[in-house]
């Protein structure tokens, strides 16, 4: 995006065809210079279409150098019924320099009755500080293991998300949804549920809903610290 808002490097990642099929291999490096501001995100939901023999997979690595940010802030993947995902991302900080990830999907295409119908679902995060790893974070969700939607797994829901926010130039944001959160009833089965969880120099927020709208608009208003960083709000011409 050359016109991008506010002085930041603004980067819409896209893929011919409009998702992904078996086979399909996507590798993406970013390197966030001294002093920078970057958004990555997609021009819409990551649709990942049923494999009929191998799976498809994409992969990210960032490297954040000092006093840069860097906010992550994709679409969710969608996987269709027979449909072979696997993620991973990695990002690399520096001590002095600020990330804010957001990693989700949804249970499939409800409209056509597909309520994770998918054949698997891996997914691997992590963020280190100076090569030390701060988070580490996989998940996969396989018919193998038992039933995905079974009432000790993914249950009632409809959308998962990882949030996580890291770096010193956000640490005041990050104590502040941390009190957000402790402040908060305990949650129970309902539309949302969220919890956070600190870490070294951040926090982790994963937020469960009926709705994907829900569960987005929700990291939305966690997340509106952005905006003056940034000098736009990316979620304005979405959800």
Known sequence: APRS??????????????????????????????????????QASTKVYRATEAGCRQELNATVEAGAIVIYAPDPVVCFKDADFTQR??????????LVFVDWMTSGRWACGEWWAFTRYRSRNEIFVDDRCVFRDTLVLD??????????????????ATVAIVGGLLEENIQQILRFVTDQPAPIRGSLVFSASAIENGLVLRVA????????????????FIVPLIGHDPWVRKW
């Open 5 to 42: 808002p506010g002085g930041s490097a603004w980067i819409v990642a896209g893929t011919y065809g409009g998702g992904l099929v078996g086979g399909d291999s996507i590798r993406l490096n970013l390197n966030a210079g001294p002093g920078t501001r970057c958004v990555l995100s997609t």
């Open 89 to 98: 991302q990695r990002f690399l900080l520096v001590s002095d320099a600020s």
């Open 143 to 160: 018919p193998a293991d038992g039933a995905i939607d079974g009432p000790m797994r993914m249950g009632w829901i409809n959308c998962f």
């Open 209 to 224: 809903g009926l709705a994907c709208e829900t569960v987005g608009a929700w990291i939305r208003q966690r997340l509106g």
